[in-house]
Nanobody, 121 residues
Framework: QVQLVESGGGLVQPGGSLRLSCAAS????????MGWYRQAPGKERELVAT???????NYQDSVKGRFTISRDNAKNTVYLQMSSLKPEDTAVYYC???????????????WGKGTLVTVSS
């Protein structure tokens, strides 16, 4: 059993910053990719950023230059540093992890329950 727990969400003014964290725990052999997704009211869940175990990153165009994703492999934790926040960044942010299966070939995917980020004045 693997659990992902997000933290760091809250209310922030436009132009402000927040740092989200997501810690994975449980029976973990290896985490290949970790990422952040978000879902705004009335919209589909969308990719924000991903980071591989080696540190390779990928970002949605709308957050490039403003958000930074990183991870601490020893702690099984992924972070999302968000700066220059805009009202359109308001959403529930979800952590995702791709894990190597322990008992068979292939991968398992896990999701956190989400943390709310509200950007408003």
């Amino acid at each position: 059993q693997v659990q992902l727990v997000e933290s760091g969400g809250g209310l922030v003014q436009p132009g402000g910053s927040l740092r989200l964290s997501c810690a994975a725990s449980g029976s973990i052999l290896s985490i290949v990719t970790m990422g952040w997704y978000r879902q705004a009211p009335g919209k589909e869940r969308e990719l924000v950023a991903t980071v591989t175990r080696a540190g390779g990153t990928n970002y949605q165009d709308s957050v490039k230059g403003r958000f930074t994703i990183s991870r601490d492999n020893a702690k099984n934790t992924v972070y999302l540093q968000m700066s220059s926040l805009k009202p359109e960044d308001t959403a529930v942010y979800y952590c995702n992890a791709e894990l190597v299966k322990r008992t068979s070939k292939g991968y398992d995917y896990y999701w956190g329950k989400g943390t709310l980020v509200t950007v408003s004045s």
